[in-house]
């Protein structure tokens, strides 16, 4: 099992800043990309930043500029970086990694629980 811990979320001004975190733990062989996604009230999850083993990062349009990806490979974490918040980006977020836990393994895709990010006016 593969588990995704996830910390950050909160309320924030908008204008503000906010960082997410998220941590990978449990049976790990490597893991290949990793990121994050949001879902709001009424819209389905979509993906905001993700990043693959290599560093190679992509970005939402709507969050590009704004938010920036960084990635520990030796801890398995990666968090997200939230600036210039808008009432917009209030949703719940998740953290998202594609793991393999075995040298002969497939990869599965674990998520985290959820954390909430509520941008005020």
């Known amino acids: 099992q593969v588990q995704l811990v996830e910390s950050g979320g909160g309320l924030v001004q908008a204008g503000g800043s906010l960082r997410l975190s998220c941590a990978a733990s449990g049976r790990i062989f490597r893991v290949t990309d990793m990121g994050w996604y949001r879902q709001a009230p009424g819209k389905q999850r979509e993906m905001v930043a993700d990043?693959?083993?290599?560093?190679?990062?992509v970005y939402a349009d709507s969050v590009k500029g704004r938010f920036t990806l960084s990635r520990d490979n030796a801890k398995n974490t990666v968090d997200l970086q939230m600036t210039s918040l808008k009432l917009e980006d209030t949703a719940v977020y998740y953290c998202?990694?594609?793991?393999?836990?075995?040298?002969?393994?497939?990869?599965?895709?674990?998520w985290g629980q959820g954390t909430q990010v509520a941008v005020s006016s």
């Open positions: 998202r990694a594609e793991v393999y836990t075995s040298f002969y393994s497939l990869p599965s895709i674990y």
């Open positions: 990043m693959n083993k290599e560093g190679d990062t």
